[in-house]
């Protein structure tokens, strides 16, 4: 089995790169240091490793969390507080009138039942842990008011102060989000036009399964409208920070499926160790602050350590005393839009289960900074939020999202993970989690589990593909219970893996469980598997060699379709890509002249394939789906559908080579894929001339892989070929032997300029150099560069 060189060196840098190696920085012991704020029970110890991990150690559970939230708001405060501002809807305060539309739509997806209740009905363990969070990111604000010359720079830049938090804030919070109601309107519109064979081009169905329209739903009369605040476009944001998705529908789409992760886990009886190893590199943006940052949380109950969200109480990804957890997006389709009617002459009625109803209003104010508050009313069907109305047509759209619903409580879900002690607690913990997510286990007695986690909505009528009518006829009758989601204990073949691939289990009950029917394609998954299979022992090394790996499936098959006899245009791609192992080294020219193939196949593919009436609601086609039909060429390419196929990959080499040539020079022996694929971060303000310059840009790396490799480097082609999605955090995990775990972070803990930590870890991301994630108390006393004590003081 052909596993790539540079990864081997790699995972051999990897063991070696410890503290004294080239990247490591010189160990200087440090003072302890006593700060006093309010919020701490009792004193917190914070023993910071030469690595930047700070070990908390508390005498309480609130106290370690409040130690965590303490730490985040230290080294991510303008981070989180953006956040924060973006989905409490409170933007236009501090930056005016222009973000009183997103606001507005913030505010809808703010959870309007019995806040009291939703806390009451937590764990009361999972509350005091976040109650301890919300007060350390509270001590932290705290400490800036006192001594302003500590706040992070944006903010005497930008004129604006942090927000402060509350518990309430956690459960408040649900997030606006799209789901896959874009998808469901445009199925719609190819509906009412004869095309909708034309979207499975785009998003093939998995598993296969046949389109019926629900009852009652006018195809015709759906409209990009009937989305109202959903569409980005309708909420836009005038910088970066806040602004989720592009306002190119595109370039959006591009990014919803480059958002993934890889996960593997490896039982003892296929472990080179004997103990179990797993895995995970969650790939999401790159090019900004990290979206992750690293504690290890200690107390009576409670010994985890790994990454955690800034903003998100607990460790997301990482391991306990007991157990190692990982996770990667599972797919779950968490929405529907239902189309109202609403009664004409009152549009503030609705037919709902045979009579009209008032839908649930909230009146709220919206500071503006620069200009008088703004007064918004914002209107609910059952809980569900109206993201459109045209009261001209007795129309209205409401947007059915698990998020919204009471018990939804995602912000505490992390916090119950963390607490568990085994597989069956961890299971209890699961009915908090309402994201869609692999959860990898595997614990030092030698057990290993796979379980898929969130929300899945009942839909007796319907299967979520199609805008719904909104009369009750097809609302929701619940979601699925953990137990009935597909999962594994202990599985014979010693070994599973996920990379967002469909992984419902063969024999799964799809039909009568209505899960999901879009996935991501398959070719880091079946990388992945590929090698996994291939190694009866695996090793530590192993898995850091393999989330390194750039070996592309895509271009294994590029490779078997180059026409025997090319054009002179084409010529001479055929014959280096011919010559090439597939492997998207940063040094390979190669490598870089697929990158500039792939995009001319793709567009050849469309424009010869995609009927012309559906190209506007269309953009692209899926890679995979392009790549199987070139493989077995149908009628839709023509006449003679073998030398279509030719023609198009004929004509795809020949214009990768010419804009090789423009962007790599006239000689291919120069080229390289990673001086075009670089890894810049900036902070998503820059545009502004003073933060560009307080804010230095972290830059000069150069990259292998791309956005079907294990070592997932994606880019987005609307924006060029700089790294913009990826694992920016990595791990694996030694299970029981916990001290040799590794792990990355890009590109540091902290997004303060004037820190250490700002980009200490951007030279060891780069070189594949895993480092040490120490965890026993002697590992972490051996290698302390620094002690905090926090104590508790009157408020």
């Not at 109480?313 to 990982?326: C, E, K, L, S, Y």
Request: charged share 25%; aromatic share 8%; proline share 8%.
């Amino acid at each position: 089995m052909l596993i790539q060189r540079r990864a081997f060196l790699l995972a051999s840098v990897a063991l070696v790169a410890m503290p004294g190696s080239l990247f490591a920085k010189p160990r200087v012991k440090g003072a302890a240091r006593t700060i006093g704020l309010s919020g701490a029970r009792a004193p917190v110890e914070v023993v910071e490793d030469e690595l930047g991990v700070p070990h908390v150690r508390a005498a309480s559970l609130h106290d370690a969390f409040f130690g965590q939230g303490y730490l985040v708001a230290r080294d991510r405060l303008f981070q989180v507080d953006m956040e924060h501002r973006r989905d409490m809807g409170r933007m236009a305060e501090a930056f005016g009138p222009r973000f009183v539309a997103a606001d507005k739509a913030a505010r809808l997806f703010l959870y309007r039942g019995d806040i009291d209740a939703e806390l009451a009905a937590l764990p009361a363990d999972v509350l005091e842990c976040a109650r301890g969070y919300v007060a350390g990111v509270n001590a932290r604000i705290d400490e800036l008011a006192a001594d302003p010359a500590q706040l992070p720079l944006e903010y005497g830049i930008l004129g604006i102060s942090p927000l402060r938090w509350e518990v309430a804030d956690l459960v408040r919070n649900r997030g606006i989000g799209m789901g896959d109601a874009d998808d469901e309107v445009r199925r719609a519109q190819l509906q009412a036009r004869g095309l909708l064979d034309a979207d499975q081009l785009m998003v093939p169905l998995r598993p296969a399964w046949s389109f019926t329209v629900p009852e009652g739903l006018d195809c015709a009369a759906v409209s990009d409208a009937d989305l109202g605040v959903l569409d980005p476009a309708n909420r836009p944001m005038d910088f970066d920070p806040v602004q989720e998705a592009s306002l190119d529908p595109e370039a959006r789409w591009t990014d919803r499926f480059a958002l993934g992760s890889n996960a593997w886990t490896i039982s003892p009886s296929r472990s080179a160790t004997g103990r179990p190893i797993l895995a995970n590199d969650p790939h999401l943006g790159i090019g900004r602050a990290s979206p992750r940052h690293m504690c290890h949380l200690s107390a009576p109950g409670l010994d985890v350590i790994g990454a955690g969200a800034p903003g998100l109480p607990g460790i997301m990804q990482g391991h306990t005393d007991r157990f190692a957890f990982g996770r990667t997006n599972f797919h779950i389709d968490q929405t529907d839009l239902f189309i109202l009617r609403t009664k004409e002459g009152d549009p503030g009625r609705y037919w709902h289960k045979g009579k009209w109803k008032a839908f649930e209003t909230f009146e709220d104010e919206i500071l503006v900074k620069g200009a008088p508050s703004e007064r918004v009313t914002l209107r609910y069907a059952a809980g569900r939020p109206i993201v459109s109305q045209d009261a001209s047509r007795n129309r209205a759209v409401a947007f059915a999202t698990v998020s919204m619903l009471p018990g939804a409580n995602q912000r505490f879900a992390i916090i119950a993970i963390n607490l568990s002690k085994d597989w069956a607690s961890l299971r209890q913990a699961f009915k908090l989690h309402v994201s869609p997510t692999n959860l990898h286990y595997a614990d030092i007695d030698g057990n290993t589990g796979w379980q898929t986690i969130g929300f899945t909505p009942r839909r007796p009528k319907h299967d979520g593909l199609f805008p719904a009518p909104g009369d009750g006829d097809f609302d929701w009758t619940g979601i699925l219970p953990v137990e009935d989601m597909p999962h594994v204990y202990n599985p014979r073949e010693g070994w599973f893996a996920s990379a967002n691939q469909m992984n419902l289990p063969a024999g799964f009950p799809y039909r009568e469980r209505i899960i999901s029917f879009s996935w991501s394609d398959s070719f880091r998954y079946d990388r992945v598997a590929e090698v996994l299979r291939s190694q009866p022992k695996h090793r530590i090394e192993d898995s850091i060699a393999l989330q390194h790996d750039v070996q592309s499936l895509p271009a294994r098959a590029l490779l078997k379709l180059l026409p025997a006899n090319p054009t002179p245009a084409a010529a001479p791609a055929a014959a280096l890509l011919r010559r090439w192992d597939c492997g998207i080294e940063a040094d390979s020219a190669a490598a870089l002249l697929y990158e500039m193939v792939m995009p001319a196949l793709s567009t050849d593919f469309y424009d010869q394939i995609m009927p012309a009436a559906a190209r506007d609601l269309i953009p692209s086609v899926n890679l995979s789906e392009m790549l199987r039909i070139l493989s077995s060429p149908d009628k839709r390419l023509g006449a003679d559908p073998a030398a279509s196929r030719d023609a198009i990959v004929d004509r795809a080499l020949a214009a990768g080579w010419t804009k090789a040539v423009e962007l790599g020079g006239p000689d291919p022996a120069r080229w390289k894929w990673g001086d075009l694929h670089r890894v810049t971060i900036a902070h998503p303000m820059a545009s502004n001339p003073a933060i560009a310059a307080a804010f230095p840009r972290i830059e000069g790396g150069r990259s292998g892989g791309d956005g079907t490799t294990p070592m997932a480097r994606g880019f987005n082609p609307k924006r060029g070929f700089n790294v913009s999605h990826g694992a920016s955090y990595l791990f694996v995990a030694d299970v029981g032997a916990w001290d040799n775990s590794r792990f990355l972070l890009l590109p540091g803990q902290s997004a303060d300029p004037r820190s250490p930590r700002y980009r200490d870890f951007y030279p060891y991301w780069l070189a594949g150099a895993m480092q040490p994630l120490w965890f026993s108390k002697a590992a972490v006393d051996r290698h302390a560069v620094g002690r905090l004590v926090l104590t508790p003081t009157s408020s």
